[in-house]
């Protein structure tokens, strides 16, 4: 159980180092599966703790949208993701592939949400596949997002979850 359920990573998950191919993500927030679904799938939603682009997602097999981000020539990520909605189980289970969009760049993810209800919360189960352990820059990248999905990202997510409890009123 994490600390500080929703706003940080599980100290006590240690994703397994040995599979340089993964990232694996386990993390708790205290809210229900049919929210923190929503918070996965309702663009609204997304555009508050995913990249910019993403309020295309519809949640349909096949769908494609792209996102954009900052570029990093260290991983040569170019700054823009083609996505495509591969599967999805309501309130179960999310997965999207992820492509860059610069032929420099091999990456070609699949990036799985998986989510089982706990007590009166939910955890939330990311698995981001398909690094190539024998490029330098996809194993930049994988260190980089691995840090990114377990702390910003994850606290991102945390914090629309809670807004959705207390929205802001058009005063604030």
């Known amino acids: 159980m994490s600390t500080d359920p929703g706003h940080g990573p599980d100290p006590a998950f240690e994703p397994p180092e040995d599979d340089l191919t993964v990232i694996r993500v386990d993390q708790y927030f205290p809210h229900p599966p049919a929210k923190v679904w929503r918070a996965l799938t309702e663009p609204d939603l997304l ?3 995913q990249m910019q682009g993403v309020e295309a997602f519809r949640l349909e097999v096949g769908h494609r949208y792209t996102m954009t981000s900052v570029p990093r020539p260290n991983t040569d990520f170019s700054g823009t993701v083609e996505a495509e909605v591969l599967d999805f189980a309501p309130e179960r289970m999310l997965s999207v592939r992820w492509r860059d969009v610069s032929p420099a760049n091999s990456a070609d993810w699949t990036v799985t949400w998986s989510l089982e209800q706990e007590g009166r919360g939910t955890r939330l189960f990311l698995v981001h596949e398909g ?3 024998d ?3 996809q194993l930049m990248a994988r260190k980089i ?7 910003r ?4 997510l945390g914090h629309a979850l809670e807004r959705m409890d207390h929205p802001r009123t058009s005063q604030e």
């Open 131 to 133: 690094f190539d352990p």
């Open 47 to 49: 555009v508050q703790w």
């Open 145 to 151: 997002m691995g840090g990114g999905w377990r702390t």
């Open 153 to 156: 990202v994850m606290r991102s």
């Open 135 to 137: 490029d330098p820059a």
